[in-house]
């Protein structure tokens, strides 16, 4: 498996697949083409029937230039696509000459793969790419996930993960100091300083809670819908959960940031195992993937504050993602807001109860979390592609009629 430098990213919202791998396409297409006059870029896919919504034309025309270059948004057929998430970039001279071409692929999380050109892979670090091979070396050398994460990049990695944090904690401040409606058409009005500020003399120590982690979530996921800076975690369209549910807990239980630094070390691995042994990409399987897996990793996260053995971290893991299973990535009118924004919330909240069953039932669970993770997966591949990121179906579909 690859470092976690390569899950966790600090990027523009509102999507990992569709403007930061879309922006870091026009960068290199640019770079490669200094001389051009002007460009076309034709998204196909995925790109093409939400890229409005996602800011991806917004993203590509910052770099290539709003005068300089058309975005063409193509009705090409799915089934007739390479990936879902497919580009092409052309570069013409003055004269209009076609001087080159470039097919790119966004294929998750913000990486991009070129047609004709070996695969942008960063270089493995992780020897070993399942939950039970990492549980079984943790278990036999006595020592945590985070460990095992600082024992393989180095201390380093540390390092890097504070970033992460500080970025994630200014996502959230920001996310609460900000009112008014997000951009797009729909007049979603931000909602995340409203919560955050409705405490009531009588509210519940549980009400309060949910109030605040909901707060927080949505505080991430309305800067990423306007545009803002966020972390991936593992996608843009699921910053809000893990971060939300570490915040709480930081403020909650007073915990030094170097606690936290080892909770998304183990989200991270988590993270990790999903991207490598299936998907992290909605349009490829679906929300399942996006909020599904940020679940799983918040819930990991937690059981490292709690200080939970492997098994209890596994399983919280394991719960979160299964009963995200099958979920849809269906966003109306293709903006990363409904249902999205909301759905981080519950999702946050998900991964606290997860961190509670774990902590009760961990010695009586049936399903392996490298199981749940191979069936996300399978689930994935066969839902229609309505249903995968493409605003075809579901509540997008439905919201119109």
């Excluded at 994460?149 to 180095?154: A, D, H, L, P």
């Excluded at 593992?234 to 909650?252: D, E, I, N, W």
């Amino acid at each position: 498996m690859e470092s976690l430098k390569e899950l966790y990213r600090i990027g523009r919202g509102p999507s990992s697949s569709h403007t930061i791998a879309p922006t870091r396409a026009a960068e290199l297409f640019a770079a490669e083409n200094p001389g051009a006059d002007h460009f076309r870029a034709t998204l196909c896919g995925s790109l093409s029937k939400t890229g409005r919504g996602h800011m991806t034309d917004t993203a590509i025309l910052d770099v290539l230039g709003r005068t300089k270059c058309e975005i063409i948004f193509s009705d090409r057929p799915d089934e007739e696509l390479p990936h879902p998430n497919t580009m092409i970039f052309e570069a013409f001279a003055a004269d209009g000459h076609g001087m080159s071409a470039l097919e790119v692929y966004s294929v998750g999380g913000g990486r991009i793969a070129i047609k004709g050109r070996p695969a942008e892979k960063a270089q493995d670090v992780y020897q070993l790419s399942t939950f039970e091979e990492i549980r079984d070396y943790c278990n036999e050398k006595n020592m945590r996930i985070c460990q095992y994460v600082y024992e393989t990049e180095g201390e380093t990695i540390k390092e890097y993960l504070s970033e992460i944090w500080q970025q994630m904690k200014r996502t959230i401040e920001a996310g609460l100091a900000a009112e008014g409606i997000l951009q797009g058409g729909l007049a979603v009005q931000r909602k995340a300083r409203y919560l955050y500020r409705q405490n009531h003399i009588d509210e519940s120590p549980q009400t309060r809670e949910n109030r605040l982690v909901c707060a927080f979530a949505y505080a991430v996921s309305e800067e990423n819908a306007d545009g803002g800076t966020i972390v991936t975690a593992p996608t843009c369209g699921a910053s809000g959960v893990l971060p939300a549910t570490l915040y709480y807990m930081q403020q909650y239980r007073r915990l030094p940031d170097e606690k936290i630094i080892d909770a998304l070390a183990t989200a991270g691995i988590i993270g990790n195992l999903i991207k490598t042994n299936a998907s992290i990409s909605g349009a490829e399987c679906g929300c399942q993937a996006e909020v599904g897996s940020a679940c799983s990793m918040a819930a990991a996260g937690l059981s490292e504050l709690f200080g939970m053995e492997i098994d209890q971290i596994e399983y919280a893991a394991e719960v979160a993602m299964e009963h995200h299973l099958g979920l849809t990535c269906d966003p109306i009118s293709g903006l990363v807001q409904i249902p999205c924004i909301e759905r981080n919330a519950v999702a946050a909240m998900r991964a606290m109860n997860a961190l509670s069953l774990a902590n009760f039932l961990t010695h009586t669970r049936k399903i392996s979390f490298d199981v749940v993770v191979k069936t996300m997966y399978e689930t994935g591949r066969d839902l229609f592609s309505k249903y995968r990121e493409t605003s075809e179906g579901g509540l997008a579909k439905t919201y119109f009629e």
